[in-house]
Every structure is written in C-alpha cells, then in structure tokens.
C-alpha cells in the first residue's frame, strides 16, 4: 500500500444501493473515506443514515438531496452536509447524469456499498489506526416514514 494511488489504479466500480446503482470511485485513509461518484438520470436512492458526518461537493450536474423533511437542489459547485445518524437520499430527476464528491467521517470502508473496491492510502510501515467504520443503514419495509415530505419541494 502508499499513501498514493495513481487515478488509473483507483478503479471505478459499481454501487448497489438495493434499488439504484451508480459508479464510484473510493479511497480511505484512518479518518475519512472519499467518493467520486456518478449517479445517472433518474437515480433515486432509499432513505438510509450512517454514524459519519458526509461532505459533499457536487462537481457536475444537478442533483436533489433529502435530509430528513428538507430539500436542497444541488448546481454544480455547491456545497452541503449531512450530520451523522440523519436519513438522507438523493435523487437526480435531470436528463444528464451528475458527479458528487463525498466524504465520510469516520470512513465508510467496510460498508458493504465500498468495501470490495475501496483502495486504502496507507504507507507500507504504517498500522492503520482507524476512528471506526461505519455502514449505511436502510429503513426497513415495515418503516412509516414518509419521504415524500421532502420531495415536496422538487418541481
């Protein structure tokens, strides 16, 4: 391992989400994990929450992100933050696919979305100290909450 990784090694892979899917890039560190990932026209993913605060940066596109009961159209270049432990979902209901730029603390490495393709930016003497690992949790079946009381807001 290096605390390097060229972009061509970084493979871009899959992410099932259970009912939408994207590509992805991945890499972690001890604190925090990075995402490139694409999400194409019509991706709508389930509620779910992890114990990390995320970070995002969206580099293209446009894309609409769900915290709870809120809703924040994201353009290309802005900004925005899920708390740790706060449902959010995303969904891009443009005709042109979109790039958004995640970071997790603490890293999602050993979510099951990542853990297969992640690439870990250790050096070969380093022990990796990790903050921990949490995974994305989904809202079972049975769950009553509603997320059309965000989606309100989508024209």
């Given at each position: ?9 970084v ?7 259970g009912?939408?899917?994207f ?32 970070l ?17 159209q ?19 209901k443009?005709?042109?696919p ?33 903050l ?9 079946e ?12 989508v024209?």
């Amino acid at each position: 391992m290096s605390i390097y990784a060229s972009g061509d090694l970084v493979k871009e892979e899959i992410a099932d989400m259970g009912n939408a899917s994207f590509k992805t890039k991945a890499v972690f560190g001890n604190s925090s994990s990075l995402m490139i990932a694409t999400r194409p026209p019509g991706y709508h993913s389930l509620p779910h929450k992890h114990e990390c605060e995320q970070l995002n940066w969206l580099q293209t596109g446009t894309l609409w992100v769900f915290i709870e009961d809120r809703g924040f159209q994201m353009m290309a270049g802005d900004f925005l933050r899920i708390p740790a432990g706060k449902l959010h979902w995303s969904w891009n209901k443009f005709d042109a696919p979109c790039t958004l730029v995640e970071v997790h603390t603490p890293g999602l490495q050993d979510d099951p979305l990542i853990a297969a393709y992640a690439v870990g930016l250790h050096d070969t003497e380093e022990t990796p100290e990790f903050l921990g690992s949490p995974v994305s949790v989904f809202l079972p079946e049975s769950s009553t909450f509603d997320p059309s009381v965000a989606e309100k807001y989508v024209d």
